[in-house]
């Protein structure tokens, strides 16, 4: 199936500090990559819609100007949590969508488990 | 919106006997339905999914059925393995693949006894 490189897989910061987390389809091209958030023993929860070349899609609640999101060309997205809190600590992952094969299909990265101390 | 519920939260089975997950969907528009296995610590990982015209699909160890007119659509895992132990996720969306993002059940946890 297709690949979505999710990096960093864990990332520890203080608070205060930006973190980046790139979300890479490494053999197709994604005009549409979706970053959830996933909180212990929880389901995940949609964050935004990223289409590139274009603004976000913020679900309601979703702070934008807290969870910058960038996608910048069809295989890259990014999400940066700025200014990041205790509070915004949790699994974060990103999926994007691929048209190989029979019909669309989503495929996920392998997620960032961010910790802000 | 779509709303999505997941039955049961936490299922145990022996080894070599089957698993039956169960959803339900709100929206009537919905018609693209896949499942994923979520190891601790990773990602989701797409093993199978089921799109609103056909009503059921195999995949070896694994099926799916829909029932478009109840809204409901099943996990069936036969001959279970250790290795099937994972949380396991329905979803549903109405457009392809899942492009205005998915919506995700609570997430079953499938327990393995040797």
């Known amino acids: 199936g297709a690949v979505v490189s999710q990096h960093p897989s864990r990332v520890i910061c203080k608070s205060g500090t930006s973190v980046k987390i790139e979300c890479r389809s490494l053999?197709?091209?994604?005009?549409?990559m979706f970053w959830y958030r996933q909180f212990p023993k929880q389901s995940l929860m949609l964050m935004a819609t990223s289409n590139e070349g274009s603004k976000a899609t913020y679900e309601q609640g979703v702070e934008k100007d807290k969870f910058l999101i960038n996608h910048a060309s069809l295989t890259l997205s990014t999400l940066t949590v700025t200014s990041a809190h205790p509070e915004d600590s949790s699994f974060y992952i990103c999926?994007?969508?691929?048209?190989?094969?029979?019909?669309?299909?989503?495929?996920f990265g392998s997620g960032t488990q961010l910790s802000v101390l | 919106g779509e709303n999505v519920e997941q039955h049961p939260s936490t299922l145990s089975v022996q080894e070599g006997d089957s698993a039956v997950i169960k959803c339900t969907y709100s929206d009537s528009a919905s018609n693209y339905f896949p499942w994923y296995k979520q190891e601790l610590g990773k990602g989701p990982q797409l093993i199978i999914d089921?799109?609103?015209?056909?009503g059921e699909k195999k995949d070896q160890r694994i099926a799916v059925t829909l029932n478009k007119t109840a809204k409901h659509f099943s996990l069936h895992i036969t001959e279970t393995q250790p290795e099937d132990s994972a949380v396991y996720f329905c979803a549903a969306s109405r457009t392809r693949g899942g492009a205005d993002g998915l919506t995700f059940g609570k997430g079953t946890h499938l327990i393995i006894q040797p």
């Open positions: 089921i799109r609103s015209n056909v």
């Open positions: 999926s994007a969508e691929s048209s190989q094969g029979p019909g669309e299909k989503l495929f």
């Open positions: 053999d197709f091209q994604a005009t549409t």
